[in-house]
């Protein structure tokens, strides 16, 4: 069974930085893709960047240029270095770990990590 635990969100003010992390069990990490997704209030959880195994990244429109998704296979761990951060970025953050073949799919979630930006 994998678990996934996200830590580093928080509040911070409007132009400020956060990174978080999340950091994974189990032994399928490294040939998973990961994803950060956020879900603000009365809103549906939207993806925010992702990461392939090979180590592709893809963006939201919104966060790009801002948001910089990583990972490190060594650590079981992927990061969400967030710059720039809007009000509109408020949000909890979730992790995401993704991996798929013939015989099953495996997707499992974080349980969320509380970003919160202050105008």
């Known amino acids: 069974q994998v678990q996934l635990v996200e830590s580093g969100g928080g509040l911070v003010q409007a132009g400020g930085s956060l990174r978080l992390s999340c950091v994974a069990s189990?032994?399928?990490?490294?040939?998973?893709?990961m994803g950060w997704y956020r879900q603000a209030p009365g809103k549906q959880r939207e993806l925010v960047a992702v990461i392939s195994s090979g180590g592709s990244t893809n963006y939201a429109h919104s966060v790009k240029g801002r948001f910089t998704i990583s990972r490190d296979n060594a650590k079981n761990t992927v990061y969400l270095q967030m710059n720039s951060l809007k009000p509109e970025d408020t949000a909890v953050y979730y992790c995401?770990?993704?991996?798929?073949?013939?015989?099953?799919?495996?997707?499992?979630w974080g349980q969320g990590t509380q970003v919160t930006v202050s105008s």
């Open positions: 189990g032994s399928i990490f490294s040939i998973s893709a």
């Open positions: 995401n770990m993704y991996y798929s073949d013939y015989l099953a799919v495996y997707d499992y």
